[in-house]
């Protein structure tokens, strides 16, 4: 039975520290991880008044390489990159054990990781390899998984399906009576978070259904 947990770690364990110190109001959030050729590559929103700010930074992180702005919207860009092995971060501790990220927001005191792992000896193997690495963490939960990840299969996290779906069943789309903030408050998230996660959710619905290439795999610039 797969396993969920919840983490909270310290920002300077995990990917992008020296940029979110650099740009502490900017918020990151991990859309998710593909490998290729061992190489772990994010791709992540990242919320904040200053994207060139942000991307300066970036450029002399050393947890990171080739991050490369892919897509632009009103509150956030999404860009993706490359996490790099100079330093025994979390980032490669969940890589070895092989779990999955689900979601991972980080601003720059904190990341919050949802993960899943196939078996309770993966979680023992990732607890070890923290322990081994002196990686520290603090888990907040931790249960089987109550639901499938339905939405997965078309690139949505889990708060996006379930603000697609909250969003729908309130008739948001359909209704003019129903608003943003009424969503918003059923959630128990702010009215900007909500306008986010359906606009990246769109996004992620898009790319996975109506076009054969995703715009975040192709080169092409317009």
């Not at 109001?25 to 998710?32: A, D, P």
Request: charged content about 25%.
């Amino acid at each position: 039975m797969s396993l969920y947990g919840e983490f909270q770690v310290p920002a300077e364990v995990f990917a992008l520290y020296e940029t979110l110190q650099q740009v502490p109001e900017t918020t990151v959030e991990i859309e998710r991880v593909v490998a290729t050729d061992e190489v772990l590559t994010p791709y992540f929103w990242v919320a904040g008044e200053d994207q060139r700010a942000f991307e300066t930074a970036a450029r002399d992180d050393p947890s990171i390489s080739d991050c490369r702005r892919l897509d632009d919207f009103e509150q956030a860009t999404l860009y993706r990159a490359s996490w790099t092995e100079n330093i025994e971060t979390i980032v490669y501790a969940y890589a070895e054990v092989g779990a999955t990220i689900l979601e991972a927001s980080g601003q720059s005191d904190w990341w919050e990781l949802k993960m899943r792992f196939d078996d309770r000896e993966r979680f023992d193997a990732f607890r070890t390899y923290c322990a081994d690495n002196d990686i520290p963490f603090r888990l907040t939960q931790f249960h089987e998984l109550a639901r499938p990840q339905t939405g997965s299969q078309y690139g949505l996290t889990p708060k996006q399906h379930d603000a697609l779906v909250t969003a729908w069943k309130r008739e948001y789309f359909t209704s003019p009576s129903v608003s943003l903030t009424d969503v918003a408050s059923e959630l128990g998230i702010s009215q900007q978070s909500l306008s986010q996660r359906l606009q990246r959710g769109f996004h992620s619905l898009i790319a996975h259904t109506l076009v054969v290439t995703s715009p975040e795999t192709d080169d092409r610039r317009p």
